[in-house]
């Protein structure tokens, strides 16, 4: 299976709130558990994105705001993720549910992967499913770390 971005994707149903479950993280986001996204469609080229998080250990919540951008010409799930002006990072969707109710953001070069569901849970045979998948496509998937959602 090819690492590749979707071809189509309703930007207007993929907004709202998102739960990272598992991830093969960055640098940013190493020390991070229970971490939620929401996305808010803004202009015609770009989410504003408002994550919460809590750091390993900590109760405390804290939260980061950052932007992810598109092309409205493609209508794909090709992206581009800032976090600190003007640095970019490639944010591709390569699998998405048909009733966006799971997301799989990957990275072209395989490095990060996040898999991402509307509950703070998943139906274990569906986690299996794409997680082989996404071995299939090149990722490391022992390097998988759950989130930790309860």
């Keep these: 299976m090819e690492n590749k971005p ?3 994707i309703d930007y207007k149903a ?3 709130k998102w739960y990272s479950l598992y991830s093969i993280p960055t640098l940013l986001d190493k020390h991070w558990k229970q971490t939620t996204e929401t996305y ?6 770009h989410f504003d994105v408002y994550t919460t998080y809590h750091k ?3 109760p405390e919540e804290k939260s980061i705001t950052s932007k992810l951008f598109f092309d409205e010409e493609k209508h794909a799930g090709e992206m581009k993720a ?3 002006w003007p640095f970019k990072i490639g944010y591709w969707i390569i699998e998405l549910a048909d009733d966006y109710s799971y997301v799989v953001v990957g990275h072209p070069d395989e490095k990060y992967l996040f898999i ?5 849970k998943m139906e274990a045979d569906l986690l299996v499913h794409i997680i082989e998948r996404c ?3 090149g990722y490391n998937v022992t390097e998988l770390v759950s989130q930790e959602h309860f």
Excluded at 40 to 45: E, K, Y
Excluded at 116 to 120: I, Y
């Design 6 to 8: 979707i071809s189509n």
């Design 14 to 16: 993929f907004e709202g």
């Design 56 to 58: 390993e250990g900590k």
């Design 40 to 45: 808010t469609l803004a202009d015609n080229d």
């Design 135 to 137: 071995r299939q496509k």
């Design 82 to 84: 800032q976090f600190l």
């Design 116 to 120: 991402m569901a509307r509950e703070p």
